[in-house]
């Protein structure tokens, strides 16, 4: 597999992350069944495409990448679908996270 279709994984693997995210907030706890059935699902999506991106993209690097971008999409999703606005510190973290993302994946370099 080359880069460009191991990152498309990976950005498979921060969609499905993300939506787990939000199933697992619906879910109550775990006490409303059909959001739990589909953060299980997402998770499980989740996580076999995380395994296959590591294939191509090492370890650190992958991980990295799916963390930083499924906090900065699940906060998206809190604004639209919870309405829970983020403050300027958490706005300048998310900023630091992105920077942190694009500095792995441009510049970082792993052997």
Known sequence: ???????????????????????AK??????????????????????????????TIPVGITYASFAGLCIVATTIVGIYKFNQMPDLYTIIGLVLII??????????KTS
């Open 99 to 108: 920077s942190g993302v694009l500095i792995v994946n441009l510049v970082g």
């Open 26 to 55: 619906s879910a109550n706890g775990f006490m409303i069944f059909i959001p739990s059935l589909l953060t299980a699902i997402m998770i499980v999506g989740c996580m076999y495409s995380l395994s296959i991106v590591m294939k």
């Open 1 to 23: 597999m080359n880069n460009i279709i191991a990152y498309v994984v990976l950005i498979i693997a921060v969609i499905l992350g993300t939506a787990a995210n939000g199933f």
